[in-house]
């Protein structure tokens, strides 16, 4: 499910009703969790949370005129899909939360490199994926990125 949007907002509100609550919880979770530095905007039709240009001047390397890309919220068909590219760059990051996740949801993790998928809105682990956001500075996200990343 694409959404033509220019706002975090606009997104939010072309939703369907039932993922309305569900998009805007998980949004702010994210903004109320993630360090000073990242910023909101709308990336790759979702809503981002990136590595502004004016503390990352060299951008995304796939497309220098775009911000280092970090989260991504979006509302796909059949699920709700958090993406998160920390934990595609940082094994041991991607280790602490599979081995959390059955902590805070019964049912398996349906997970791909960076995404993480919740068909069930009832089993986003908010508290877990706060504690996520919480883990990695746009500085830390940077350097990781230059590493494993930027090659």
């Known amino acids: ?26 949004r702010e979770t994210v903004k109320t969790n993630l360090p000073t530095g990242f910023q909101e905007c709308i990336s790759y039709k979702m809503i981002g949370y990136v590595v502004p240009h004016s503390l990352y001047a ?23 899909a958090l993406y998160h590219s920390g934990i595609y760059a940082d094994k041991e990051l991607l280790d602490w939360f599979v ?30 994926i706060a504690e996520l956001c919480q883990k990695m500075t746009p500085k830390a996200w940077i350097a990781l990125y230059e590493k494993n990343v930027k090659q």
């Open 58 to 80: 060299p951008g995304y390397h796939c497309d220098p005129k775009l911000p280092l890309p970090f989260i991504n919220i979006a509302s796909q068909k059949n699920f709700v």
């Open 1 to 26: 499910m694409t959404i033509d949007a220019s706002t975090p907002d606009e997104y939010i509100n072309k939703l369907p009703e039932e993922r309305k609550v569900v998009i805007s919880k998980l």
């Open 99 to 128: 081995g959390e996740y059955p902590k805070y949801v019964k049912t398996k993790l349906d997970m791909g490199k960076s995404c993480i998928r919740f068909k069930k809105m009832e089993n986003i682990p908010y508290q877990l």
